[in-house]
């Protein structure tokens, strides 16, 4: 494993460790789509080994196959494509007001559903 990957893996643990016993761990996974410094997915599979739900959250010409592998199930609850950063802004503005889990289970977007679905 890339040691990037690992040292930024290292990070999300400690922070997870930090938190209270019984609160849900949740990771945001937000990226151009592209990996740079390594191969992310063993790093999430080793999240979501330990109850940790992540979410990603992609622009829509990037690495798709990836985004999905490192997203918990249900895929359709847990990937999201986005046509630009500045529509991630506005999103993540309106998350901020709007509580981000009970916005993200309120928000659908079906551009490249089929894709992800095809996958699992």
């Not at 893996?9 to 997870?16: N, P």
Request: net charge neutral.
């Amino acid at each position: 494993m890339d040691c990037g990957v690992c040292m930024r893996c290292c990070r999300v643990q400690k922070v997870l460790r930090s938190a209270r016993p019984d609160a849900r761990k949740v990771v945001f996974l937000i990226t151009d789509g592209y990996s740079n410094s390594g191969d992310p997915r063993p790093v999430a599979r080793r999240l979501r080994q330990h109850d940790v739900d992540i979410f990603t959250f992609g622009i829509r010409d990037g690495n798709f196959v990836e985004l999905c592998d490192m997203a918990s199930d249900d895929k359709h609850e847990h990937v999201y494509i986005l046509n630009s950063f500045d529509e991630f802004e506005a999103l993540a503005r309106r998350a901020l007001h709007e509580g981000m889990i009970d916005f993200l289970l309120a928000f659908r977007l079906t551009t490249y559903r089929a894709r992800c679905t095809n996958l699992t």
